[in-house]
C-alpha cells in the first residue's frame, strides 16, 4: 500500500514529466535539456515506489540520517546548474561581443563604400 508521501512524490514526478512534454512540445525547452528533465522525473516517480532503497544507500555509504540524501543530491545537482548556466551565459557573452565587433567592422566597410561612391 501506498504511503502518502510516496503518492505526493509519485505525483509530482508525474506533473514534472507531463510539463517537460508539453514544454518541449511547444519549443518553450530544448529537447536536450527537455530530456535530463525528464530523466529527473522518472527518479522522483521510482523514488517514490522505492522508499526504501534510500535506507540502503545511506547505509551503504554510512549516513545515519538517510532522509537528509535527496536534500544533498538536489543541493548538488542545484549547484552543477548553476555552474553549466555560468558557462553558458559567459559564452553568449563572448559570442555577442564577437558579434558586436564584427558588425561594427561591417557598418565601417559599408560608411567607406558610401564615401567612396558620393566622391
Partial sequence: ?????????????????????????????????GARWLLLAVLIVLYSFFP????????????????????????GVVLIKMLLSDIERARMRVDIERLVQRMALLERELEDERNKNND
Avoid at 504511503?3 to 505525483?11: G, V
Avoid at 526504501?52 to 543541493?75: E, R, T
Fill in 52 to 75: 526504501k532503497l534510500n535506507d540502503a544507500i545511506g547505509l551503504a555509504l554510512g549516513i545515519s540520517y538517510p532522509p537528509i540524501i535527496p536534500v544533498l543530491l538536489g543541493f
Fill in 1 to 33: 500500500m501506498l504511503t502518502n508521501p510516496q503518492i505526493i512524490s509519485s505525483i509530482i514526478g508525474l506533473a514534472i514529466g507531463i510539463m517537460i512534454v508539453w514544454l518541449v512540445r511547444r519549443d518553450h525547452l530544448v529537447s536536450k535539456d
